[in-house]
Nanobody, 124 residues
Framework: VQLQASGGGLVQAGGSLRLSCVAS????????IGWYRQAPGKERELVAH???????NYADSVRGRFTISRDNARNTVYLDMNSLKPEDTAVYYC???????????????????WGQGTQVTVSS
């Protein structure tokens, strides 16, 4: 099942955007959800995730600026992005996942398929 990301756009540095991740069938409420991004020429990276129980975590590059939240009644997970920087420019994706023990540590690992993503462009 693919999750659908939306809400991207063009914004000036210092601005804000809210991304939404929607799925049907209770996928959101039953699973962890992660927000990822991929900039041109770079690997896809995990930006933030929330477990099914509501625990959240963030990449160091966005901690304090981005907030992930879930609304299970609306089958939606949000990513509120503030104080945006040009280096935040990327295609943003969401995916379902879970916490696993791998490479000597507990980490969030996706298990769903990738949707189209939503483009976020931050101008300087």
């Amino acid at each position: 099942v693919q999750l659908q990301a939306s809400g991207g756009g063009l914004v000036q540095a210092g601005g804000s955007l809210r991304l939404s991740c929607v799925a049907s069938g209770g996928i959101i409420s039953k699973n962890g959800i992660g927000w990822y991004r991929q900039a041109p020429g770079k690997e896809r990276e995990l930006v933030a995730h929330t477990t099914a129980g509501g625990t959240t975590n963030y990449a160091d590059s966005v901690r304090g600026r981005f907030t992930i939240s879930r609304d299970n009644a609306r089958n939606t997970v949000y990513l509120d992005m503030n104080s945006l920087k040009p280096e935040d420019t990327a295609v943003y994706y969401c995916n379902s996942g879970r916490m696993v023990y791998a490479s000597g540590r507990v980490q969030f690992q996706y298990f769903g398929s990738w949707g189209q993503g939503t483009q976020v462009t931050v101008s300087s």
